[in-house]
């Protein structure tokens, strides 16, 4: 019940901020209109199951930044292999603040949907809101690397850690 309540209210705030990013642009006092793409992702799990996939997760995503105020919303879509070797899909905006760079590493939170694999015995689908904590570290323009994570949290998740490198131009 618990959990069904979380994944409602994660997806209104989803629906929110996609809705945010949508209509964010033109008129903002911040830089806006970037693209950007992920080619390359590395996970390993802190918790390991041996049915785990880990290590490279064949991923392919596009994103545009717009700007609202001093926000920026980072939001495309992406597709990978997850944890039980499925491919998955998820539309996602990464959310930062303009006040909280730090050099060239950018605090963010990614807010979006996915839909994956359901368990590993299975060929069932599932589909979710999620909320992940990520630091990205790169320029303006050109290559980046955003470092993602998550602890083990009962049976939602077994706890990971993981890399992607992207370019923005």
Wanted: net charge negative.
């Amino acid at each position: 019940m618990i959990i069904h309540s979380c994944q409602i209210c994660l997806a209104i705030l989803l629906s929110l901020t996609l809705s945010t990013a949508l209509h964010a642009g033109e008129n903002s006092d911040t830089p806006g209109g970037k693209n950007s793409i992920v080619f390359f992702g590395y996970v390993k799990h802190v918790v390991n199951d041996s049915r785990n996939k880990e290590g490279y997760m064949a991923p392919i995503g596009y994103s545009r930044e717009l700007c609202y105020g001093k926000f920026a919303f980072d939001t495309g879509v992406i597709t990978y292999v997850d944890s039980y070797n499925v491919r998955s899909y998820a539309l996602f905006s990464n959310v930062s603040y303009e006040g909280f760079h730090y050099g060239i590493m950018t605090p963010m939170v990614e807010i979006g949907i996915t839909y994956k694999g359901k368990d590993y015995d299975t060929n069932e689908m599932q589909t979710y809101p999620f909320i992940i904590p990520k630091v990205r570290i790169g320029a303006r323009d050109g290559f980046f690397a955003d470092f993602s994570g998550l602890p083990k949290i009962g049976d939602i998740t077994n706890g990971w850690v993981a890399l992607e490198l992207g370019y923005k131009w």
